[in-house]
């Protein structure tokens, strides 16, 4: 990659990450759909991570995750019952979620558009699953809980709704990544897809 391809990727980069931190916390109420806001920086650090591999998908995980600290951050109550901002969730979180995006199906698919929106589903499902784990734990060991949601508020009042949420911001996005950039033709140059020649032999049948 030479100079000017470079210094493309990076300004790329710098608009996409200010711009989806930005919209999703500023036009929040304009963004909801199914009761639920669309979650831009998850599904840019998903595709980022598909299309582009494993190092921009750690790099933009990190950023956005810092990103996601500063604006919303998840805030406990602690044992002295006064409200405790916790720091480095959405940068630990969003740094698993960029590597894990680069990696699945690498080994038996190429990097296909519609396999992006499946990456979407999956991690949309594992990530917000997952939160209710942590927080119905944290609740429990802190002596905080009284009362948690149902399993079918959780399923088809949270979870689903969120998911089809995302969805929808799914397609913009992979057509910006695909037609603007950061690499031009939506191709990053030497990425290696992780799969033998005889991997591909079936796929072209």
């Known amino acids: 990659m030479n100079k000017k391809e470079r210094a493309r990727q990076i300004i790329l980069y710098a608009v996409y990450i200010t711009s989806v931190c930005c919209i999703q916390v500023t036009f929040s109420h304009v963004l909801r759909v199914f009761g639920r ?9 998903v595709l980022a991570g598909y299309l582009f591999g494993t190092k921009d998908g750690i790099v933009v995980g990190l950023i956005v995750g810092m990103f996601r600290d500063y604006f919303s951050g998840p805030v406990i109550t602690g044992l002295n019952k006064e409200p405790v901002a916790v720091l480095g ?10 590597l894990l995006a680069s990696v699945l199906f690498r080994k038996r698919f190429r990097r296909k558009y519609n396999l992006g929106i499946l990456q979407v589903i ?6 917000y699953s997952l939160g209710h784990i942590v927080s119905f734990i944290f609740l429990s060991v802190s002596g905080n809980l009284v009362t948690y949601h149902s399993l079918r508020y959780i399923l088809f ?13 799914t397609i913009p996005i992979l057509f910006l990544l695909r037609f603007v950039g950061p690499y031009k033709k939506g191709i990053r140059s030497g990425l290696v897809d992780g799969y ?3 991997d591909r032999k079936w796929q072209s049948i």
């Open 37 to 45: 806001t669309c979650d831009l920086m998850l599904v840019f650090v």
């Open 89 to 98: 969730i959405g940068l630990l979180s969003f740094f698993y979620i960029g």
């Open 122 to 127: 999956l991690i949309s499902l594992i990530y």
């Open 157 to 169: 009042s949270s979870i689903i709704p969120q998911i089809f949420a995302n969805i929808l911001v």
């Open 196 to 198: 033998s020649v005889e």
